[in-house]
């Protein structure tokens, strides 16, 4: 997880950035959010009026545009949605937002077998962390993982890597196989 604070120029992690920032403004507590990343020149190209908005990251080469997915297929979990998720060929990449509860290692190892009672003592643990993670890949096989902390919400403690969330990276990236 990089701290540093070098400018983000790749047009994947500055539209990851965008996205993550603007499902933080929403809140906590929230449903799953499913998003197309777009090539922002290709979307002008068809909404000349959205050219006014455009901030100066949207102008890069290559620049992506995030369209959220508002009708969402009926799933069993986010991984059945995932499995049901193929895009258009307009489409250069995809981005999710899901908030999940972590906790440490090693209060991992002592849960309960029985999945409800797990999943109670996992709500009730005092070490648990509230955590949002945003994951966005390419068609080209490209990814970036952002985490955010319910308890550093924050636009300056977001978490950047690569594969913070592998299994996530290989879901979105089979929506375009």
Known sequence: ?????????????????????????????????????????????????????LATHDRVAGALSAVEQDELPDADGLEDLLARIAWPDEVAGCAVAVERVVLPPAAERDLPEDPEAAVRAVAEHPD??????????????????????????????????????????????????
Request: with cysteine.
């Open 128 to 177: 648990r962390a509230d955590v949002r993670l945003l994951v966005a890949v390419t068609r080209d096989g490209a990814a970036r993982c952002l985490l955010r902390q319910r308890a550093h919400d924050s636009d300056d403690e977001v978490a950047l890597g690569d594969d913070i969330a592998p299994g996530l990276v290989h879901a979105l990236r089979a929506t375009f196989d």
């Open 1 to 53: 997880m990089s701290h540093d604070r070098q400018p983000v120029t790749d047009p994947l992690t500055l539209a990851a950035l965008d996205t993550e920032r603007h499902v933080a403004r929403t809140g906590w507590d929230q449903p799953v959010r499913l998003f197309a990343l777009v090539p922002t020149a290709e979307l002008v190209g068809r909404e000349p009026q959205l050219a006014d908005g």
